[in-house]
């Protein structure tokens, strides 16, 4: 297997940030979420590298624990989709016929919603936090992944070593987990790691929208909510936690690229 | 198959579609906790009372019957009146679509006027360092967060540089195109690294075609080639990723709506969360999944009127 720089580059940016995260009392001896009104709003200082927010908070502790609870929900949110989208989509390709029709008709229905919408009228339901989050990614996020994998299992049913397992009389249980699985998984493997990135914007955008992670939590949604109130003298409030997305953003999107690099050798 | 046969097939196939939206948005509101007559007539209300309500919402009868109730409201264009202030929430939509609308609207334009030249300009010359510059937006701009997006561009072109209004919606025409602008932008920013990826695949796909190698091979410009064959179905192949994407768009629209304090029918759905309104929450997820479903159907119908090849697929 040749050397993959995207791959690597990718994986050691991320990291970086989920090993500062990790470690974040280590790296910072601020509190994330204790307020300390003497020092409000404060410019960047030897003791404060990126200032302080409304309420005397350190913005860089926040960054930083902020990436624990983006990063870690963002994981989080994607595992189910991922176990539910490609369970079904090996069922619904391998099966076809009635199964096919009615989780294709499933499929369709979840495509109509569009996701904020969902997961707003979830939040509705369960109230603001992290269980909604996790429940409306779930909703949405595993469409995605049945269609992905239907449409691979559809290709490799044709193919001769699947053919050949039928004909030894193996059971299809046995032929879908050994023999199907193993090949159709690789593009959902990529496709995940932008579907984390979308997960962690969605985060973020219901962190902004008051319906996300509850403040005084530090996650980087409401840190951009609670930055645009001071945008025209502290730029950086609001500015930070964003660059911060893009920052994994891109990061992901190198490990995808790398991974698609390595499965096409 | 004629195009007759697949549009009646097509609309077939949105039957069950429609049916389990129906469904999911009327679980929705009975998945809720408490009974509405919680919300309507405070904690402290005598059950007496709330029974008396109950009953007069309707929602004393069986699951079964309050959805059939609620399907044949929905085919006589009822969505049922907000619990906050007694209007139909239908009409509550409706005042609030010229705002949606316009933004919607303006996302779409501006996001084609990003992404097609960049598209175009990639295509043109694979491989070159401006093709690798274009590739290079969607790595970025697919990891930035809606609202992150609406907040630099206030700061930018709001606050430093101020160009254009940073939140509200104007009176007069002129104002509303000004002040839609910046929301507009963060939308079209948002959707070019979509368009851009598969606007730019297609695009190869066009200038390798034999059609052009024709042209080519008569002698014809590359401009006017681009501008006769690359350029129209570039603009159809730019329609469909829109149609695909509908649901992306319309779910940021909701956010960005936010951004720039724009009353829109996103923004009426927040503030009646806040509210604990259902009718109105209910009302808004159909609309919204019904605009998705209509729109990836004229998307589909187009298409297949276009290129004749889905019709016999």
């Known amino acids: 297997m040749k050397f993959s720089k995207t791959l690597y580059v990718g994986v050691g940016l991320l990291g970086a940030l989920v090993l500062a995260a990790i470690f974040a009392p280590l790296i910072t001896s601020f509190d994330p979420n204790e307020p300390d009104y003497a020092n409000t709003l404060l410019g960047p200082t030897a003791q404060h590298w990126l200032g302080t927010d409304p309420l005397g908070r350190d913005v860089f502790t926040r960054l930083i624990y902020g990436a624990r609870i983006d990063l870690a929900i963002g994981l989080l949110a994607v595992v189910l989709p991922f176990i539910i989208g490609v369970s079904l989509g090996l069922l619904t390709g391998w099966r076809g016929g009635k199964t096919d029709s009615i989780i294709m008709r499933l499929v369709d229905t979840f495509i109509a919603f569009p996701f904020y919408v969902l997961a707003i009228a979830l939040v509705f339901i369960f109230g603001p936090g992290i269980k909604s989050i996790i429940i409306a990614i779930t909703l949405v996020g595993w469409v995605a992944y049945c269609r992905i994998v239907r449409a691979n299992v559809l290709v490799a049913k044709e193919q001769d070593y699947i053919h050949a397992a039928r004909l030894t009389g193996l059971p299809s249980s046995r032929i879908l987990r050994r023999h199907m699985l193993p090949n159709v998984i690789s593009q959902s493997i990529v496709f995940a790691m932008s579907d984390i990135v979308l997960s962690i914007l969605a985060i973020v955008s219901l962190g902004y929208l008051g319906l996300g992670v509850p403040v005084p939590t530090a996650e980087w949604g409401s840190m951009i909510q609670e930055g645009q109130g001071y945008i025209s003298q502290q730029w950086w409030l609001a500015t930070l936690p964003g660059l911060m997305v893009v920052y994994v953003g891109f990061s992901l999107s190198l490990i995808g690229d790398g991974l698609v690099a390595r499965l096409e050798r | ?313």
């Open chain 2, 1 to 313: 198959m004629s195009y007759l046969t697949y549009v009646g097939k097509r609309l077939l196939q949105m039957l069950p579609v429609l049916f389990g939206i129906s469904i999911a948005v009327f679980a929705i509101v009975h998945l809720i906790p408490g009974d509405p007559a919680d919300v309507l007539l405070g904690q402290n209300a005598t059950d007496a009372r709330v029974k008396i309500l109950n009953k007069k919402l309707g929602i004393d009868r069986p699951l079964l019957v309050q959805y059939f109730a609620f399907v044949w409201d929905l085919l006589h264009g009822s969505l049922g009146t907000s619990f906050y202030n007694r209007e139909s929430v239908s009409s509550l939509i409706l005042g609030r679509l010229p705002e949606t609308g316009m933004l919607l609207f303006g996302g779409v334009i501006l996001s084609i006027l990003i992404a097609l030249p960049l598209s175009i300009l990639a295509a043109s010359k694979r491989g070159a360092f401006r093709d690798q510059l274009v590739r290079a937006i969607p790595i970025v701009g697919l990891g930035m967060p809606q609202v992150w997006v609406g907040v630099m561009l206030i700061l930018l072109l709001g606050l430093r540089f101020p160009l254009f209004p940073v939140s509200g919606f104007g009176e007069t025409f002129p104002e509303r195109i000004h002040s839609i602008f910046l929301p507009s932008l963060t939308i079209a920013i948002l959707l070019s690294p979509i368009l851009i990826r598969s606007l730019r695949a297609s695009m190869l796909e066009i200038l390798d075609s034999d059609y052009v190698l024709t042209a080519r091979a008569k002698g014809i410009s590359t401009a006017r080639i681009t501008r006769v064959h690359v350029l129209r179905n570039a603009i159809i192949a730019s329609v469909t990723v829109l149609g695909i994407n509908i649901a992306y768009l319309v779910g940021s629209m909701v956010v960005v709506e936010r951004v720039f304090a724009i009353s829109g029918t996103g923004s009426l759905m927040i503030d009646s969360i806040s509210r604990r309104d259902y009718p109105i929450v209910q009302g808004v997820t159909l609309y919204f999944a019904f605009i998705v479903v209509l729109v990836s159907l004229i998307t589909d119908l187009i298409h297949a009127a276009l290129d004749p090849r889905v019709v016999v697929k």
